[in-house]
Each structure stands twice: as structure tokens, then as C-alpha cells.
């Protein structure tokens, strides 16, 4: 049976609770909502003062919450609240400028460097793919044909007269084609820069479309070099390569170093788990293939602006040999280990 | 004693235990496989929007002023709207596309540490043989007549293989999401729900008391269940809920549901409650009042 009593109701232990500490809840969720939608600017500095404060104890009341009161809104609620302002707290990244300063002077060449052995293999590929081009064409310059794709060479292949192939290393540009040679900058290094993304994420299958890639891009150096060489030409050509081929290949060598970093750990996981290796090689490989979209940008202003301005042998050398020291001394000059690889 | 199965909601299995430094399990929601879908897809057409909107406005000055320059500057734009513009978004504080900010989703490292760069960039560069180079392949194809059409079909196969990924394991991770160490969870805005039991305490009309027969009746599923019809307000399910209680409790109809399922939550409530704090607990109708182990 029923009876009515006039007396108050029982008092449950969500009510107690709420009374004491409802009004620190409502400030946390007003500065996490500010925080979300304006960002850390937006909100005054005594609010974040107590944004640490305010969220420990937000914790502490769901802790409490969850093993005293059986209100599922208040628990409901107490979670989202100590989500949010969790990630406010330890989620956010720092700002895009210390982040840009901490890329290039610690995680990008700390990255490069951990993949110094990968960045090797990549070298040998490259050029155990131009040495065996190199021979497949002077045997038979009918493999040139097999080898480059259609209409990439622009006349530059085996049945081409020692005039045309001068003209294409040493055609410096008229002033009226400064326009032209900016879009043809542009458009190299978007290109070679898709190719290095490509070459770390197919890298996710087991490493062998990347070996590919890699190998093939030795293979269309040794061709073309071999048609340059038959002619006597060798040594200009290298040079017209050199000016941004150190940059460009390096590039191409590091962003494919870093696809054989994530398939070997896929494969080859050794005592961690799988999962595991997985994470940490594909956040280090990232940074050092992000990196390299810097670098080809920078081989696409050489190649591009650089090349067709510059057109004595020595001086495309020299240019050439005096970026790859430059990347070298800066990947992989010995630096104070500040432990972390971002 | 045979145990019914307890329904489990769908928003229940994508529950993940993930504690902070201090110590407390926030136990956050993952973005489910559609809300993931619907976010790329409205990234998807932002970023078409855009492309489209760039395009007139660099062609036409690009005409006016007959300059190849502002080509390279649309191969450029292109280059960062294809490769970038999941990567910048998601490296920014919100961590999160314009497409993932409405849907409500929140990239965010599995570990629960800082969300990198790294980890950024290497879940989208995957997203290029996820998604963009294979339909770029398969568009490709389509355009040129005449060259085969095995290869569209391949492209097709390859990204359906990525992009139901997801669906196959049990945290919906993409391929970029296991090789960066994150995940994507709902980003819940909850309200504070109003204190039945001390809204009761504050109007003065007199209180109905229940037998211990009655208040022993449910455990604390049912009680949390009943707090989300009272909350709710559904008459329909008001009236359906008191009549099975009153059924149950053997309690004639007092002609004032609402009233009476008020009364009986915040009985029923204190007394889970009281014996909560003693260490008895009893999850749901069907299991016996236990001691509570970690205590």
C-alpha cells in the first residue's frame, strides 16, 4: 500500500552533491565552451588560471559521482565536461609557430636521422636501378624505349643529334619566359611532391610498391644519362641534373626511406606489438616525409628558376654539390637528444 | 537462475576506457562509422566548393591579366587543398575539419598525449592511396574512352577495400589512423539534466511511501532507466511505465502517474543509494544485491 506523508523527500546523494559543487562545474563548462569556440585568446587569463584547478576537481567529482550516485545525468554530464576540458588541457597542440620551430630544428632532422640505414637501402636502389639502365641501354638503346614513359623524354632519346641534346642542357631562358619557368617550377615540385607522399604511404604495403618507385626512378636516370653519355655529354648533363637532382633525389631517397620505415615495421614488428611499431614508425616517417615537401620545393626553384639561369657547368656544380653538404650537415650534424620524437 | 540479456545500446560498444594522467576513466565515445563517413563527405564537398570557387576567380584573373603565374598558383592551391587541408585543420587546437567540427568528431592521439604533427600528417598522407589516388585513377579512365576499364574497376575494388576499413575492427580506425595512433570520438556537449529528486523536495504536496516489497522490486538499470523516462517526459511511456510498477508493486492506480513515478524514483533512489554506500550493489532486476569487490 501507498500512504502519503507530508514530509520531505528523502535526500539523495546526487542532490547533496550538486548543491556543493554545481557552481565549479558551471565555471569550467563556461570556460571550456569559451575555449572552444574563440581558442586560448579568447578567454582571460584568470580563467586559465583556474582551468587546471577547476578540472581536477571537475574529476574528482565525477570520481565521487560515479561510486555514490546513481543520477545517470549528473554522471553523464561530469564526463563530458572532464572530456572536453581534458583535451583543452592536454590535447591542444602548442602553436603553429613554436611547432614550426621545433619541426625544423629538432623533430625533422631527428626524424631523417633515425632513418639513416632506410635512407641507404633507398640510395643503393636508385642506384643499382640508373647502373643497370645505364648498361641495359648502351647494350640495346632499344630498352629506352621500354623504360621511359611516353612522351616524358621530349626528344631526348638515343636517335637525337648532339646539337638538339646541347641545346636542351645548356637553352638558358629569355626574360619574356620568366613567367613560364615559375609555372614550370609550380608544377614540378607539386608533382614530385605528390610522388614523395605516395612513395611513404604505399610503403604501408610492405615496402614493395615503394621499392618500386624508388627503383623506377633510377631506371629513367640511367637511360637518360646513358643517352647523354653516348654522345659525349656526360659531363653536362650530370651538371644539368646535379643543380637540383641532389635536392630532388635526395628527397625523392628520404620520403621513400620513410615508406620502407612503416613497412618494415609492419612487417618485421620484432618483440613489440604490431600495433605498437606501427605508431611510432609512422609518426617518425611522417615528420621526415613532411620535411621533404620543403625540400622539393626548394629542388623546384632550382630546377625551375635556378637551372635555366645558371648554365656553366661549374656553377650548376658547385650549386648541386653545396645543397646536398648544406642537407647533410644539417639532418645530420649531432644534436642534443631533448628525448622527444614528436 | 537464467539472466535475461541486457540490450545494449549501439552507443555502448563504441564506449572506450581511456584515463587521464590523474587517474580517472573518462570512458569516451568513439565517432561512429556514419558520423565518420557523413564528416568526410562533407569535407569532400566543402573542399569541391572551394576548388571550384578558386578556380573562377584565378582563371578569369588569369585572363585578364594573361598571366601563366596565376596557373602555378592554382596547381599550388590544388597541390594543398588535396594534401593539405585535412592535415592543417586537424594539427589546429580543435583538432578537427570543418567537416568534423559539424558533424561533431574530434581527431585525437589513442595514448591520450598531445596530438603531433607527426601523427597528423602520417593519418593523411594514407588518405592519398586510401582514397584520392585511386579515384583519381578511376576518373581518369572514365574521362579517356577507349583505354580499359579494368583499370577503373581495380581503382574501385582497391579504395572500397580502405574505405570500409573502418567497419572490420573494433575502434573504426582507418588505415591512417592505426599507423598515426589515433582515433576519432564524438565530441558530447551534455547538459546538467534537472535533480528530480530535489525538485520534488521543493514543491510541498505530500510524498507517497513504499513498501520494502515494492522499493526491492528493481535495481539500478531500472532505476536509471525510469530517471530517463521522468527526464524524457514522454506521456505515453509515463503512463505505460507507472501501470507496470503499480502491476508489479501490487499499488492501486492514484490517477497521478507522473507524481507517483517521481515518488517512487526518489525512494528508490535513496535506498539503492544507502545501501551503495554500505557496498551492496544490485545492477539490475535480475541480480541478486552483491558486496562490492573493489570496495
Not at chain 2, 208 to 235: C, I, K, M, P, W
Not at chain 2, 283 to 294: L, S
Amino acid at each position: 500500500m501507498t500512504a502519503f506523508v507530508q514530509a520531505p523527500v528523502p535526500l539523495v546523494n546526487a542532490t547533496r552533491f550538486r548543491q556543493a559543487h554545481e557552481s565549479d562545474w558551471e565555471e569550467l563548462d563556461r570556460i571550456v565552451t569559451a575555449i572552444e569556440r574563440s581558442g586560448v585568446r579568447g578567454v582571460p587569463e584568470q580563467s586559465l588560471l583556474v582551468l587546471p584547478v577547476l578540472y581536477r576537481s571537475a574529476l574528482s567529482s565525477l570520481s565521487v559521482a560515479r561510486e555514490t550516485s546513481l543520477d545517470k545525468s549528473l554522471v553523464a554530464y561530469l564526463e563530458q565536461l572532464c572530456t572536453r576540458a581534458y583535451f583543452q588541457i592536454y590535447g591542444v597542440p602548442t602553436s603553429a609557430l613554436r611547432q614550426l620551430g621545433h619541426f625544423f630544428t629538432r623533430s625533422w632532422p631527428k626524424a631523417v636521422q633515425l632513418l639513416w640505414k632506410e635512407t641507404l637501402v633507398a640510395f643503393v636502389l636508385t642506384a643499382a636501378g640508373a647502373i643497370v639502365a645505364y648498361l641495359l641501354v648502351r647494350n640495346n638503346p632499344s630498352w629506352y624505349y621500354v623504360l621511359m614513359p611516353d612522351g616524358s623524354s621530349q626528344g631526348r632519346d638515343p636517335t637525337a643529334s648532339v646539337q638538339f641534346l646541347k641545346s636542351t642542357i645548356y637553352g638558358g631562358a629569355s626574360t619574356d619566359k620568366q613567367g613560364a619557368l615559375a609555372f614550370f617550377a609550380t608544377f614540378l615540385f607539386t608533382h614530385n611532391a605528390q610522388i614523395a607522399i605516395f612513395s611513404f604511404a604505399l610503403g604501408f604495403a610492405f615496402c614493395l610498391p615503394t621499392v618500386g618507385l624508388i627503383v623506377y626512378n633510377g631506371l629513367m636516370l640511367g637511360a637518360m644519362i646513358e643517352v647523354f653519355a653516348a654522345k659525349g655529354l656526360a659531363y653536362g648533363f650530370v651538371g644539368w641534373l646535379m643543380i637540383h637532382g641532389t635536392t630532388e633525389l635526395y628527397a625523392i631517397m628520404i620520403s621513400g626511406a620513410a615508406g620502407f620505415r612503416i613497412g618494415l615495421a609492419l612487417a618485421f614488428p620484432g618483440r613489440q606489438s604490431r600495433a605498437d611499431v606501427a605508431v611510432a614508425a609512422g609518426r617518425s616517417a611522417a615528420i621526415a616525409m613532411g620535411g621533404t615537401v620543403v625540400m622539393l620545393a626548394v629542388a623546384g626553384l632550382l630546377e625551375g628558376i635556378g637551372r635555366q639561369t645558371v648554365t656553366s657547368d661549374g656553377a650548376r656544380y658547385t650549386i648541386g654539390i653545396a645543397m646536398l653538404l648544406g642537407w647533410f650537415a644539417y639532418f645530420y650534424w649531432p644534436r642534443r637528444d631533448d628525448g622527444a620524437v614528436a | 537462475m537464467a539472466r535475461s540479456p541486457k540490450p545494449v545500446s549501439a552507443s555502448a560498444t563504441l564506449r572506450r576506457s581511456f584515463v587521464t594522467p590523474e587517474g580517472v576513466d573518462l570512458r569516451i565515445e568513439l565517432g561512429s562509422a556514419g558520423a565518420r563517413a557523413g564528416a568526410f563527405m562533407l569535407d569532400l564537398l566543402i573542399m569541391l566548393v572551394v576548388l571550384i570557387v578558386g578556380t573562377i576567380v584565378i582563371g578569369t584573373t588569369a585572363v585578364v591579366n594573361e598571366s601563366i603565374l596565376l596557373s602555378g598558383l592554382w596547381l599550388i592551391g590544388f597541390f594543398f587543398l588535396r594534401n593539405g587541408w585535412f592535415a592543417l585543420f586537424e594539427m589546429g587546437g580543435r583538432g578537427a575539419t570543418p567537416g568534423k567540427r559539424i558533424i561533431g568528431l574530434r581527431v585525437v592521439a589513442r595514448d591520450g598525449s598531445r596530438l603531433t604533427g607527426g601523427a597528423v600528417i602520417a593519418r593523411n598522407a594514407m588518405r592519398e592511396i586510401e582514397f584520392f589516388m585511386p579515384m583519381s585513377f578511376f576518373f581518369a579512365t572514365i574521362v579517356q574512352s577507349g583505354t580499359d576499364k579494368m583499370i577503373s574497376f581495380v581503382a574501385l575494388v582497391w579504395s572500397a577495400v580502405f574505405l570500409f576499413f573502418p567497419l572490420f575492427n573494433r575502434d573504426r580506425l582507418r588505415v591512417g589512423d592505426l599507423l598515426a595512433g589515433t582515433w576519432v570520438v564524438q565530441r558530447a556537449k551534455v547538459k546538467l539534466g534537472h535533480d528530480i529528486a530535489a525538485s520534488l523536495a521543493q514543491s510541498d504536496r505530500p510524498r507517497r511511501t513504499f513498501s520494502d516489497h515494492a522499493l526491492g522490486l528493481y535495481g539500478e538499470y531500472e532505476l536509471q532507466t525510469l530517471e530517463q523516462v521522468l527526464r524524457d517526459g514522454d506521456n505515453d511511456a509515463i503512463v505505460t511505465v507507472a501501470a507496470a510498477i503499480r502491476r508489479k508493486a501490487g499499488l492501486p492506480d492514484d490517477h497521478d502517474d507522473y507524481g507517483f513515478l517521481s515518488d517512487y524514483y526518489a525512494a528508490l533512489c535513496a535506498r539503492l543509494e544507502r545501501q551503495m554506500m554500505v557496498g551492496l550493489r544490485r545492477a539490475d532486476k535480475y541480480a541478486e544485491t552483491t558486496r562490492d569487490r573493489a570496495a
